[in-house]
Structure formats: structure tokens, C-alpha cells
């Protein structure tokens, strides 16, 4: 693996004000922390929360001499398509455990991950179960060689330690500092992250991309293991009303948002996670829950290589032009 300093030695990704009126009518400063435009490799696939999660652990595997990453994930998988664009840029080979049946010609996601050159192994819902069991982790290994293995999502703590420099640049970036910090959460780790990080008394906001209340519990999990910067754990949210239906759920309120912030401020939003998110916000600064004068960091994960399989699954629906 090599060249990996590029994934530390970046400039701190662009902070920019979002003028929307709603905040700017209540007195409200919002933010984007712009961690879409962190890049690097094929296919705008290691970006975001992405490229944070997997820096420590591409170091960790360099450093203990594996020349294979072996991941998890779903057909969809931003994930996925990360961990193969990381093993082409730093030349490691990469092997993705895909739940469900290949398809003939597979997805957008996953004919990025096979040009990167993943090694596909679809894997039966039962068998994707086991992902956590020693057992089959081994007999995986036994399979494809010895690898350093990546959770599904990329969620450990070395991931939570890249995502805790995202206040450290924000902290460096403005002043006075925010008051609130909002971000999607999947797993946990990115928020775990974020909160684990944080130097001063912000609150923290995540708007689940998933159906249900569990997200709480794997956050508050992932908090107590991180390596805090401080004594006193921030307090934290998770708004659980934004999922649209679900994961990877949409519906045309949701997608009319995305076009309009788009068309209106030039930033690309996704489907699965950001859009969600950025609406979600909105939608509670409209419901006043933000006193006058605060200062809001929304966080852009990224996501933008999910646009083309979102695409291509429900006719074009969205028009977003990627750059
Ligand atoms: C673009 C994007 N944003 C946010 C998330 C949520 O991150 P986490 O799983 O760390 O909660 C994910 C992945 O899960 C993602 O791909």
C-alpha cells in the first residue's frame, strides 16, 4: 500500500454557509462541512465519511503487513464501493462479501467495485448473518487468504478516530464556534466519531437513514469505546422521523429537496443519507427547535457514488450533475 500519507496530509475539506432563508429569516448560521469534496480514486466512491472511516485502517492493515482488505456489504454498499476504490488507488487487493444473488450485470456500485478490482463473493442472507462469528470469519480467510477485515459500514474504532478530526478542522475553521453539529447516521461510527471528538459544549444531531429507535443504543455503544477529548460526553440526539419510509426509501418531497438545493447552491446531495439529513434539519429549523443566533454544522458525508445505482434502479429521477 502506498501514497497512503495522501489520506492524512489533506488541506481540512471547505466550510460554506448555506444561506437558505429558513435559517437566515430565524437568525440562524448554517453550515456545510463539505466532506463530499474529500476525494480520491476511481469513481467519487472514496469520499466523505468514507475516506475518514478507512484512513486508520488502511494505515492499521499497511502496518501489520496485509496486502488484502476483506469487507462486507449490501449490493449498494457506499462502503463497498470505498473499500475497492481504496484498494486501487493504494494497489492492495480488496475482497467484498455481497449479500444477496449477482445479477446479471450487476449494479452501479458493484461494477465500480469489480473495475477497481474487488473480488465479488455473493454470499446467501443466512450466510451474511454470520459476518460476526469468529468461525466464519476464519473460514472466509481459509477461502481468500489472510485479511485484514472491515466491519459492514467500516464502523470500529479506528474509523471513529479518523471521523474525530471533523471538529478539529471545524474547530479550526470557525469562530465563534457552532453550537449544533447534524449528520446521517447509518451505524453510528461516523456520529460516535464526530461527538468523541468534540473540544466544546456543541450538541449533536443525527437523523437516522433507517427505520426504527436502535440507533440510540449503537451510538451511546460506540461513544463509551471511544478515546473522548474530554471528560464530559456532549449531549447528543438521534431524530428517528427523516428515514422516508426506510433505508434506502424515497418519496418525491424527498427528491424535489435534493433537486432544489442542487439547482439553488450547486451542492449534490444523495438519496440514502445527506438528503435525508439536510431535510430533516431544515424541517426542524422551520419547527423552531434551534434558538435565534445558533450557529449550525451540517456535515456532508457523501455518498454521490450511490446516485448512479439510484438512478439507474428508479428511472433517472434525480438530475444532478457530478463533478
Ligand atoms: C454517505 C453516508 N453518510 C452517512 C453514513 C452513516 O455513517 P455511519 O454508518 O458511520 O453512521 C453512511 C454510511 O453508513 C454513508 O454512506
Same mark, same amino acid.
Given at each position: 500500500?502506498?501514497?497512503?500519507?495522501? /489520506?492524512?496530509?489533506?488541506?481540512? %475539506?471547505?466550510?460554506?454557509?448555506?444561506?437558505? @432563508? +429558513?435559517?437566515?429569516?430565524?437568525? &440562524?448560521? #448554517?453550515?456545510?462541512?463539505?466532506?463530499?469534496?474529500?476525494?480520491?480514486?476511481?469513481?467519487?466512491?472514496?469520499?466523505?465519511?468514507?475516506?475518514?472511516?478507512?484512513?486508520?485502517?488502511?494505515?492499521?492493515?499497511?502496518?501489520?503487513?496485509?496486502?488484502?482488505?476483506?469487507?462486507?456489504?449490501?449490493?449498494?454498499?457506499?462502503?463497498?464501493?470505498?473499500?475497492?476504490?481504496?484498494?486501487?488507488?493504494?494497489?492492495?487487493?480488496?475482497?467484498?462479501?455481497?449479500?444477496?444473488?449477482?445479477?446479471?450485470?450487476?449494479?452501479?456500485?458493484?461494477?465500480?467495485?469489480?473495475?477497481?478490482?474487488?473480488?465479488?463473493?455473493?454470499?446467501?442472507?443466512?450466510?451474511?448473518?454470520?459476518?460476526?462469528?469468529?468461525?466464519? /470469519?476464519?473460514?472466509?480467510?481459509? %477461502?481468500?487468504?489472510?485479511?485484514?477485515?472491515? @466491519? +459492514?459500514?467500516?464502523?470500529?474504532? &479506528?474509523? #471513529?478516530?479518523?471521523?474525530?478530526?471533523?471538529?478539529?478542522?471545524?474547530?479550526?475553521?470557525?469562530?465563534?464556534?457552532?453550537?449544533?453539529?447534524?449528520?446521517?447516521?447509518?451505524?453510528?461510527?461516523?456520529?460516535?466519531?464526530?461527538?468523541?471528538?468534540?473540544?466544546?459544549?456543541?450538541?449533536?444531531?443525527?437523523?437516522?437513514?433507517?427505520?426504527?429507535?436502535?440507533?440510540?443504543?449503537?451510538?451511546?455503544?460506540?461513544?463509551?469505546?471511544?478515546?473522548?477529548?474530554?471528560?464530559?460526553?456532549?449531549?447528543?440526539?438521534?431524530?428517528?422521523?427523516?428515514?422516508?419510509?426506510?433505508?434506502?426509501?424515497?418519496?418525491?418531497?424527498?427528491?424535489?429537496?435534493?433537486?432544489?438545493?442542487?439547482?439553488?447552491?450547486?451542492?449534490?446531495?444523495?438519496?440514502?443519507?445527506?438528503?435525508?439529513?439536510?431535510?430533516?434539519?431544515?424541517?426542524?429549523?422551520?419547527?423552531?427547535?434551534?434558538?435565534?443566533?445558533?450557529?449550525?454544522?451540517?456535515?456532508?458525508?457523501?455518498?454521490?457514488?450511490?446516485?448512479?445505482?439510484?438512478?439507474?434502479?428508479?428511472?433517472?429521477?434525480?438530475?444532478?450533475?457530478?463533478?
Amino acid at each position: 500500500m502506498s501514497q497512503l500519507d495522501k /489520506l492524512f496530509q489533506h488541506a481540512p %475539506s471547505p466550510m460554506e454557509r448555506l444561506p437558505v @432563508p +429558513e435559517a437566515t429569516d430565524r437568525g &440562524l448560521s #448554517l453550515f456545510v462541512k463539505r466532506d463530499d469534496l474529500l476525494r480520491l480514486g476511481p469513481g467519487l466512491a472514496l469520499c466523505g465519511n468514507k475516506w475518514r472511516k478507512l484512513q486508520y485502517n488502511l494505515q492499521a492493515a499497511k502496518d501489520q503487513g496485509h496486502t488484502r482488505l476483506l469487507t462486507f456489504g449490501g449490493a449498494y454498499s457506499n462502503h463497498i464501493a470505498a473499500v475497492a476504490a481504496a484498494g486501487a488507488q493504494f494497489d492492495v487487493e480488496t475482497i467484498g462479501i455481497i449479500r444477496g444473488e449477482r445479477v446479471p450485470g450487476l449494479n452501479p456500485t458493484l461494477r465500480l467495485a469489480e473495475s477497481c478490482g474487488m473480488q465479488l463473493v455473493f454470499v446467501s442472507r443466512s450466510d451474511y448473518r454470520k459476518r460476526h462469528e469468529d468461525g466464519y /470469519l476464519h473460514k472466509l480467510q481459509q %477461502s481468500y487468504g489472510p485479511a485484514y477485515l472491515l @466491519p +459492514e459500514g467500516g464502523t470500529n474504532l &479506528l474509523a #471513529l478516530r479518523g471521523c474525530m478530526a471533523i471538529p478539529r478542522e471545524v474547530r479550526l475553521q470557525l469562530t465563534p464556534p457552532p453550537d449544533y453539529y447534524a449528520l446521517s447516521v447509518g451505524t453510528g461510527g461516523t456520529m460516535a466519531g464526530l461527538i468523541a471528538g468534540l473540544d466544546e459544549p456543541a450538541r449533536v444531531i443525527g437523523f437516522s437513514a433507517l427505520k426504527g429507535d436502535f440507533l440510540e443504543e449503537e451510538v451511546a455503544k460506540w461513544v463509551g469505546r471511544a478515546p473522548a477529548n474530554r471528560n464530559q460526553t456532549p449531549p447528543w440526539s438521534i431524530q428517528s422521523h427523516y428515514h422516508f419510509g426506510g433505508y434506502a426509501k424515497h418519496q418525491p418531497a424527498l427528491l424535489h429537496f435534493i433537486q432544489n438545493i442542487y439547482q439553488q447552491y450547486g451542492i449534490v446531495l444523495d438519496p440514502i443519507y445527506t438528503g435525508k439529513m439536510l431535510y430533516g434539519l431544515l424541517d426542524l429549523i422551520r419547527k423552531d427547535y434551534f434558538p435565534r443566533g445558533s450557529r449550525i454544522v451540517a456535515v456532508h458525508t457523501g455518498g454521490l457514488q450511490g446516485i448512479a445505482g439510484f438512478n439507474e434502479r428508479f428511472g433517472g429521477l434525480l438530475d444532478l450533475e457530478l463533478v
